[in-house]
């Protein structure tokens, strides 16, 4: 229905944006300024900058009483509706799991939905409009694809089988074995032919074991990978089976199909039979509800009905009840010559299902007999091992009845490993309680210990302990030594979900300006931390809401996106035992780096090694300079420089708390040698009536030298200085030196060059 609305709002958008919208024109009232205008005829005074635009005024000091303003409200209210109906259709993708699955489209739409608020805000309604309806049109496939992504099938494997088990695709025409291990997906058909079983486990852990003769059909098997949800279906198209499911959990994600019949399942272990004119149905744990030919009956715990195809269901009434073991039980071993099975007899049983196991939940069968006569069992080949087996009594309308406890018994010589089973707890139990029963069983004077305390036997060779539980995660150390010295550990962990102290703790390498509030330099991040082990985390906000799951030892990770500049989150978490915990933080986008300032500029070219460098730093940065740490003061920094002869480079690199950096490289020459005369040259040339040399000096230097050289020259005995000028494209300083008397020569001794650092030298020079 919801998406029938908002489908309906985007046509009316679409054929808004087709249509000339309505456009009403005011004068401006005395006391009235552009946002009372926007409110009164747009509903909201934030429009005020659009309609500036649409009526090409420069500001609000234009909007003058009388004054003349057009408002398209049409297209107003056709841009508003399309941006309203893009930002829910775009946050539905993101709660279908469009940032997992669909990522690119849902980037597309928010892109879109943006630019139409901008576009809306520049008073471009009609591109506004077409821009939401692009936000619409992405977010919807965004949905589409994420919701076909994260439903996934899942597969089912052959655990367990004896005798001849085929199976059949939907797109095969003849049978085939299918082997031990072997997978299974959804369509396919498994049978089992006589004297065989097999039993089916789903990726949920519940099971169907087929019996003799009997056919299946796996209707669904699918994966939630969002809410990590499992579910399966099953019809049992002939014969019987028994079904396991693996919790309370599994009741709801697992169904038993039946023709004819509707069932609604809230038990974890019961038996159906597909004959030609009939289906019956045993259970022997909760209720099941069975509605045929009008009427519904349900099935209590032990109970059984049968339903005549098309008729109503018979009264449930109660199944033979389970035989009592006389051996083997609590043996401390039997050797494979002397194992003899017996049981009591029920004087009303047709016959008994017998069932040897090497495990204690039967999902490895190693002997499975139904309709045997008689009440002992003998000449059954066991090698050396520990294992387990139990009984049922079938009624003379084939109903098998509730099994027996599960008794075990080993065949081995002496020097096998001691027996020891671990009733409880499971491995990976949650509990709330601080302390936990541990019940096992071993062998007759076996010494038993739980962590290194000591645990007595009973008559039964069975244990109890109670352990106190530290909270998190506990492991557990049950182990066992026989009078021969031989040991067995079976190690089991368990949870302790303290219901006080529920808190989550952030990773410490995230930016935080305190415990609740964190910054980041990006729109998009990832923010993680510790809840409680395998609790639901959930991260919810005004622009999306993130789940996952925490690990075992309580770790989680979301990556995130957030547009707004700050925005709250709420974050919460639930155990596994259903405490809750939610609190609040805020996430602040900062991509501004940092401000350095100098107090002085850093000089491209000094001739002094030792230099200062002063300035300050935004607020909330860090410095260095030369990858030393620089301490601040009230963010003002100064460091002195010993610099090398030749280019230097000084790197200042600043860092704020949400990780914008601002690096400067600045490099400084460090000028010491004064300017290098390459050459010179004199040439005498007459000048009028008098003569003059020619001077020329070859100059080079790393530093800019100055403009003029003093020049000595000797007439006799007199001393005179001339200036030479520096010609930049030559690198040279040039000039004339006039003989105004012919009486003396001149003789030009020595030159003195400059650069602008002070470095200076005087040069002789020879005629």
């Known amino acids: 229905m919801k998406k029938l609305i908002l489908l309906a709002f985007l046509l009316i958008s679409m054929i808004s944006y087709g249509q000339n919208s309505g456009v009403i024109e005011i004068t401006v009232a ?76 849902l980037s597309s739409a928010e892109n879109s939905y943006n630019e139409s608020l901008d576009l809306r805000t520049e008073g471009e309604l009609k591109k506004s409009l077409a821009k939401a309806n692009e936000a619409f049109a992405s977010a919807e496939k965004a949905e589409k694809e994420a919701l076909s992504k994260r439903s996934q099938k899942s597969s089912a494997q052959l655990t367990d089988k004896k005798g001849t088990v085929n199976n059949i695709s939907p797109s095969q025409t003849v049978w085939s074995d299918l082997p031990l291990s072997g997978k299974l997906s959804e369509g396919e058909k498994v049978r089992t032919l006589s004297s065989s079983f097999a039993e089916i486990t789903f990726e949920d852990q519940n099971r169907i074991k087929l019996n003799s003769n009997a056919q299946a059909l796996i209707q669904t098997m699918r994966v939630d990978l ?184 080993i065949v081995s010589p002496e020097s096998e490993d001691a027996y020891l089973v671990v009733f409880t707890p499971e491995d990976g139990t949650i509990v709330t309680t601080n302390t936990i029963e541990i019940q096992g069983k071993s062998e007759q004077n076996a010494q038993i210990s739980i962590n290194g305390l000591n645990v007595q036997l009973d008559d039964k060779n069975e244990f109890k302990f109670n352990l106190e539980l530290n909270s998190g995660l506990n492991e557990i150390n049950i182990k066992a030594v026989n009078k021969s010295q031989r040991e067995k550990t079976i190690i089991r962990k368990v949870i302790f979900d303290l219901p006080k102290e529920l808190r989550i703790n952030f990773n410490e390498g995230l930016y935080k300006i305190n415990d609740h509030e964190f910054l980041f330099n990006s729109n998009k991040f990832s923010i993680g931390g510790s809840a409680r082990p395998n609790a639901l985390v959930q991260i919810v906000s005004d622009e999306g809401n993130y789940k996952t799951y925490a690990d075992d030892l309580g770790k989680f990770n979301f990556n995130m996106s957030q547009r707004s500049d700050s925005l709250f989150h709420k974050v ?77 480079i000084v790197t200042l690199k600043a860092v704020d708390k949400a990780g914008n ?23 005498s040339q007459p000048v009028g009536k008098t003569s003059a040399i020619t001077v020329r000096l070859d100059i080079e230097d790393s530093s800019p030298v100055k403009n003029t050289a003093r020049l000595k020259v000797l007439f006799g005995k007199e001393v005179k200085f001339y200036y030479l000028r520096y010609i930049p494209y030559n690198k040279s300083y040039e000039g004339r030196v006039y003989n105004p008397s012919s009486e003396y020569l001149p003789r030009i001794t020595s030159v003195i060059v400059e650069d602008y650092l002070g470095n200076k030298k005087e040069y002789h020079l020879t005629q």
């Open 661 to 683: 950096l601002t690096t400067i490289n600045q490099i400084v020459k460090l000028d010491i040698e004064p300017p290098l005369l390459k050459d010179f040259k004199l040439n």
């Open 30 to 105: 005395q006391n009235e300024n552009i946002r009372d205008i926007s409110k009164k005829y747009l509903q909201k005074a934030d429009y005020w900058q659009a309609l500036l635009k649409i009526n090409k005024l420069n500001g609000p000091s234009d909007v003058k009483p009388g004054v003349k303003i057009k408002i398209p409200v049409g297209d107003f209210r056709d841009a508003n509706n399309a941006i309203d109906v893009a930002i829910k259709k775009i946050n539905a993708a993101s709660d279908a799991g469009a940032k997992l699955f669909s990522e690119s489209l």
């Open 572 to 648: 919460s978490f639930i155990t596994p035992s259903k405490l809750e915990f939610s609190d609040s933080v805020l996430i602040v986008i900062d991509k501004t780096p940092p401000v350095i300032v100098f107090d002085n500029q850093i000089p491209e070219v000094t001739n002094k090694s030792a230099l200062e460098v002063s300035g300050s730093v935004s607020e909330n940065s860090q410095l260095s300079i030369d990858n030393e740490t620089v301490t601040m003061t009230a963010n003002q920094f100064r460091k002195n420089l010993v610099l090398e002869p030749g280019e230097n």
């Open 226 to 409: 969002l809410q990590k949800k499992k579910e399966s279906s099953v019809k049992i198209v002939e014969g019987d089976a028994f079904a396991y499911l693996s919790g309370s959990a599994a009741k709801k994600q697992f169904d038993v199909k039946l023709d004819g019949v509707e069932t609604k399942l809230d038990s974890r272990n019961f038996w159906v039979k597909k004959e030609k004119k009939a289906t019956k149905i045993a259970n022997y744990d909760g209720n099941i509800e069975i509605a045929s030919g009008g009427e519904t009956v349900k099935i209590g715990k032990n109970q059984k009905s049968t339903i005549i195809n098309g008729q109503a269901p018979s009264k449930a009434e109660n199944l033979l009840a389970a035989p009592k073991l006389i051996k083997p039980i609590n043996s401390a071993g039997v050797s494979a010559k002397d194992l003899v099975f017996n049981w009591e007899p029920n004087p009303k049983a047709k016959g008994y299902l017998i069932e040897i196991a090497s495990d204690a939940n039967f999902k490895k069968t190693l002997f499975n007999e139904f309709n045997f006569q008689g009440t002992e069992l003998s000449s059954v080949e066991m090698e050396n091992g520990i294992y387990f087996w139990r009984v049922s009594a079938i009624d003379n309308e084939d109903f098998p009845g509730p099994f027996s406890q599960n008794a075990s018994f």
